[in-house]
């Protein structure tokens, strides 16, 4: 073999080798959201104080002290007057022990409304669907709530659905979360679907732990597509920029804090402890100092590193302990899971957030209740509603699940919001915030 052999046959082995690399590497494309829509159900389905309190009333199962609890808790929940109630609680009397067909029934009116209204906004047409994910914690029947949408809205036989089931109220950002990993290696659309089957899980009991959900949980529902492909960009509103999770159920009290459970009569409930607080403040404070450096701008990291390091040098541990980062130097809009006034004040502490910061948070409970994993979409939607979400800008939401899970979903605004026709804040919007 001449010298110059010997010379150019590694040189073209490596050369082989780099392009076959190049080849094969993974491509990451960018991930997209093309539109999301929430559901708005009929105002028949309007549960007030009063409708709450006569639908509790008419089945005298409820003591009178719990009674008094359930009005107590209503009072201080944050909630107002125009939350919806499942279909099941409207339901006659001696149709009450009939549960199954009433689930269906919500799940059915809230997932294909969503799912309608979206396909339609965004015109992605149904067999360019590549991924069908969909969350629902409390029920999840045989065929799955996926495979109903595949039945309802034709999807190609190509299709990959998921159900994912008990993840509390965390399964929305969570299906974010998954469906951008699925989407990272090619081109392709994902449907996200997210809900909560009320009816099915009302209890019936007089245990106060699981008193509170009946306070607290409505009807909500809601649907988005992403898309991996880049010549969706002009049409999308957003691009996402990352997606941090954190599991905290190692810890006892964090895992039994949210649990479903059978009460002292044998009567299913999910039982919210007293201990849910201090452990949502316990994990938010673990799930942002692993959030904080892929985020946090590098004046504010020193910033907070030097407020530490003072409070330790003062020998105030439990200053030290104190100290959060400002996150609204890293983002323009927050939406974090609502899941009631006392969550809501007790993240406002921890974060140091002002009051702006917590009014989407507050005015969507108010008027929507606790929709468990669609919260934080409506909350997106209040934002827009407002027209506050500006080109460029970065918005972060945040939710927690049983478990005890936290995660988050950092996008950036692509063009300045407008409220959509299907914006569920449509007709309402005017009168908020409200005091």
Known sequence: MTPLLLFLLPLFLLTLTIMFFLIRRDRHFPILLVGYSCDLPDAQRRCTSDVCEYL???TRIYNDESCDFM????RKSGLGEEAYGPPYVFQPLQDL???HPSAIQEAEEGLFSVVSSVLHKTDVPPHKISFVLVACSMFSPSPSLSSM?????GFARSVKTYTLSGMGCSAGTMCIDTASHL???EPGYALIVVTESMGVNWYFGNNRHMLVTNCIF??????????SDPTQRPKAKMELVLTQRTHHGADDSAYGAAIQMDDEDGMVGVALTKDLIRVAGTSLRRHISTLAPHVLPLSEMVRYAYRVAKSYLSRDKKAASMQVPDFTKAFDHICFHAGGKAVIDSVGKLMKFDRGVLEPARMTLHRFGNTSSS???YELAYFEA???IKKGDRVWMLAFGTGFKACSVVWRALKDSSMDPDNPWINCIHRYPVS
């Open 56 to 58: 509790g009333l008419r």
């Open 71 to 74: 009005r107590a808790i209503y």
């Open 97 to 99: 022990g009939k549960k």
């Open 149 to 153: 949408l595949v039945k309802q809205f």
């Open 183 to 185: 989407l990272r290696k």
């Open 218 to 227: 409505r009807v909500g529902s809601a649907a988005l597509i992403l898309t």
């Open 375 to 377: 919260l934080v979409f």
């Open 386 to 388: 407002k027209g506050r």
